[in-house]
């Protein structure tokens, strides 16, 4: 493409060849007969200064119509830099005023912007500093999610967007219909109920809450192999933590109890944190400095670390012996919300913590149950800050028992007739985990808001871009 990518330029040696970068101004100033241009072009955080001498009429003429946020061609030699925040700039030969950015209109000014006013302008926050670094960690950590599964023998498998059936029982369904939603409002005022027959599918059709129901199938034939799509979530949550759209990963194992699969999930995390830290360092310093102050030292600790494991009742244990006084008061039964998932990691455990042995009544169907009879092997991984980062299981994997799990949580046997053959012929014990993906970035990068480490959230309410 005949140029080169700032990232390269700023790691060269001055002299050479004479190079072309392009980009996006940042800030330009003007000196006594000189105007030095910050330019960006994402592919790393550090801009290239470009230097114009404004003597020259052409150059300087084309400099003098440059701003903030216009896109330049520059062409020159690389000199060793005398400002102290390189080590080399670009002497410019040509430049070029590629696409301009008037002045005055230009929502990106050079000053702080608020994530709420960014999230506005979602279509220009990419070029900020803080959106870069994060669009950069998040192609690094997909990248380094399937290189880990694939170095260690597991299958890719695309599972189906729109499916017939609700993998987690928790009803956050998008319905996906081609029916005229007037008509069908009429019949349902009249009482006659929604004839599906006539959809687009034959029958109801709704937004996969997870794929893990066809991973299922799959282990259940070629032993391991994972997810990693987009997942919807019809569920009112409007939380610094919740997503109606985020992609998932999801492994699933085949002769794999619920200790292999804990055993999976830590490595797994670990493995991609000590990616993050050694390969996107200059982006993770950008956010030690400017997001979350220690971020680095405490995942290189979590790294090293040795997960706490504990069962959902011993976790209520410790949380009714604190004197903290919780907005949701704990009893054994109730769901851990994240004030008491942050509580375990942050002021009990001091790190990551792996939850298993729920009350079924607060889990999916096909959970393993326990001899009990009250409790299933499902494991959470909470870390600090966050809360929760992986839910997983056992699956149920005697048809009997899953049988009466669908039944007792008042789902439909029909919907799952497949899903209950896996448990009639060759069934194994088998178990996997779910990792949002935006959960774990923001995890890493330490931002706030998971709004903020999308490029285009959706929340309820919110579509936009
Ligand atoms: O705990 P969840 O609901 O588990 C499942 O979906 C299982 N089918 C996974 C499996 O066993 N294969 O979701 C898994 C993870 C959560 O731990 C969280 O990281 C993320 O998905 N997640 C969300 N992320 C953003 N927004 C939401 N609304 C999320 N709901 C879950
Ligand atoms: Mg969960």
Redesign the pocket.
Known sequence: MGRTRVREALGSEPGGQSITVAGWVRTKRTGKNVVFLEVNDGSSLSNIQVVVDSENTNLGQTAELITTGASVRATGELVESMGKNQKVELHAAELELVGEAPGENYPLQKKRHSFEYLREIAHLRPRTNTFGAVARVRNYISFAIHRYFQERDFLYVHTPLITASD??GAGELFQVTTLDLERLAREQSSGAGPDYTGDFFGRSAYLT????LN?EIYASALDRVYTFGP?F?A?N?NTT????E?W?I?P?IAFCDIHCNMDLAEDFLKTIIAGVLTDCGEDMEFFDKRIEPGIIESLSAIADSTFTRISYSEAVEALQKSTVKFEFPVSWGVDLHSEHEKYLTEEVFHGPVIVTDYPKEIK?FYMRLNDDEKTVRGM??LVPRLG??????QREDRLDVLQRRIKEMGLPEEDYWWYLDLRRFGSVPHS?????L???IQYCTGMAN?RDVVPFPRTPGNAAF
């Open positions: 993998a987690e809450v997870s794929g893990q991973a997942t979530r569920e949550s933590r919740h997503l109606s985020f998932m999801e699933e999916a959470d991984v929760e980062i992986i839910g997983g299981s996997g985990f779910g990792l949002g935006a959960r774990f998971i």
